[in-house]
């Protein structure tokens, strides 16, 4: 997957003041506001702040759908998520590469997770120090300054691939 991706360093999760500036490039002041909040909550994961990146939720609205993952309805079972991934994919950090807006509610971001498969068993698998690059889409719907909502889908197939879970296909024509 790491491919697919510019290059990158690390250092490029930090995102500069700058840099939140040109993701924002085009929206409204208040579609900026959810993008710098979205992009707040990924620098509170970042460094595992388990007690601080709850402050963008509405805890007791906030719902979660991915078709990949029907399990994490709800803030507590989605919560339980970029804990386990911290853990098996350290560094685990999130960045937000680039934002859409509508409306004063509603903002859909692509994303990179990056990490390595160092902490823990994935799927069966044991740690392969395999690398993690994992673009995402999230459409995220706020009431006030809280997030009521995310539904994200991203490149799982590529994951498992990296990870060693499955094996990749071999390329074929599929209109054959």
């Given at each position: 997957?790491?491919?697919?991706?510019?290059?990158?360093?690390?250092?490029?999760?930090?995102?500069?003041?700058?840099?939140r500036?040109?993701?924002?490039?085009?929206?409204?002041?208040?579609?900026?506001?959810?993008?710098?909040?979205?992009?707040?909550?990924?620098?509170?994961?970042?460094?595992?702040?388990?007690?601080?990146?709850?402050e963008?939720?509405?805890?007791?609205?906030?719902?979660?759908?991915?078709p990949?993952?029907?399990?994490?309805?709800?803030?507590?079972?989605?919560?339980?998520?970029?804990?386990?991934?911290?853990k098996?994919?350290?560094?685990?950090?999130y960045?937000?590469?680039k934002?859409w807006g509508?409306?004063?509610?509603?903002?859909?971001?692509?994303?990179?997770?990056?990490?390595?498969?160092?902490?823990?068993?994935?799927?069966?698998?044991?740690?392969?120090?395999n690398q993690?690059?994992v673009?995402?889409f999230?459409w995220?719907?706020?009431?006030?300054d809280?997030?009521?909502?995310?539904?994200?889908?991203?490149?799982?197939?590529?994951?498992?691939?990296?990870?060693?879970?499955?094996?990749?296909?071999?390329?074929?024509?599929?209109?054959?």
């Open positions: 997957m790491a491919g697919r991706i510019a290059p990158f360093t690390e250092e490029d999760f930090k995102l500069s003041p700058e840099k500036a040109e993701i924002c490039e085009g929206l409204t002041e208040r579609q900026a506001f959810m993008v710098n909040q979205w992009m707040d909550l990924h620098d509170k994961l970042n460094v595992g702040d388990w007690t601080g990146f709850d963008f939720m509405d805890k007791s609205k906030m719902t979660y759908d991915n990949n993952r029907p399990d994490l309805g709800t803030f507590e079972e989605w919560s339980t998520s970029p804990i386990a991934l911290y098996t994919f350290p560094p685990s950090i960045r937000t590469l934002a509508s409306g004063d509610d509603e903002i859909c971001v692509l994303c990179h997770h990056h990490g390595k498969h160092t902490g823990g068993p994935y799927m069966g698998v044991q740690p392969t120090g993690l690059d673009l995402w999230s995220i719907k706020f009431e006030g809280k997030i009521v909502h995310i539904y994200s889908i991203s490149d799982v197939l590529s994951m498992l691939i990296d990870l060693e879970v499955m094996e990749a296909l071999q390329p074929v024509d599929p209109y054959k």
